[in-house]
């Protein structure tokens, strides 16, 4: 697995007011987003979980994925898109890079090549200071995430409401609106994650609102 990490350190945790009325299977899109005096608007709820105990998945089938970095193989700059960076750092000599003055969203697709070898390279990437987050849900999935390969749906947790293809990790500071249990004291826990799946993740973006 594969990861690049877009990074907007101007956005403020949210807070939601109703965490102590966590039931999994009530949808809290409605009640969550609900401007207040103390709690305003939440700009990004439609990322917020929604759960639906009817959802049911086709059975997991093989696929076939072409990377796309693999087009910048044969490209005689494949790092161009760093060009215009303000700067850029190694976190260690062979993993980890952080990279400031790129915005991900206004990338060409010969720069989204570059970027996947890139991240293959390097394994980890963080872009900080990103507006990705403001565009539109499916223009993320449709024109971002699709083009690096096919969407993956998380079987086990919380999804934004019509928008499957995103995998949601929120904490709001003081509790959790996933699928942790409410009488646990640590949200850290051992799972097997999506190791049954036939064809592993090859690229994850995590994207902080």
């Not at 697709?109 to 394994?123: G, M």
Request: glycine residues 4%; charged residues 25%.
């Amino acid at each position: 697995m594969l990861s690049f990490f877009s990074s907007n350190r101007a956005n403020p945790a949210y807070k939601s007011t109703v965490a102590d009325e966590y039931d999994p299977s009530e949808d809290y899109d409605a009640k969550a987003t609900q401007p207040t005096a103390d709690e305003p608007f939440y700009k990004y709820s439609w990322a917020l979980p929604h759960f639906d105990p009817s959802i049911k998945l086709p059975p997991l089938e093989p696929f076939d994925h072409v990377d796309p970095g693999q087009r910048a193989l044969t490209d005689p700059k494949p790092a161009s898109f760093l060009d215009n960076a303000t700067k850029v750092q190694d976190v260690t000599p062979f993993l980890g890079t952080t990279i400031e003055g790129v915005q991900l969203n206004k990338l060409s697709d010969r720069e989204r090549d570059q970027v996947a070898l890139f991240v293959a390279k390097r394994k980890v990437a963080v872009f900080y200071d990103q507006d990705f987050i403001d565009e539109s849900p499916e223009w993320l999935l449709h024109n971002w995430g699709s083009y690096f390969g096919r969407l993956h749906i998380h079987p086990c947790s919380g999804q934004p409401k019509d928008y499957p293809e995103f995998h949601l990790v929120y904490r709001d500071g003081n509790n959790t609106l996933n699928f942790e249990q409410s009488d646990r004291f640590s949200t850290t826990l051992w799972h097997s994650d999506v190791t049954y799946v036939i064809s592993q993740l090859h690229t994850v973006l995590y994207l902080p609102t």
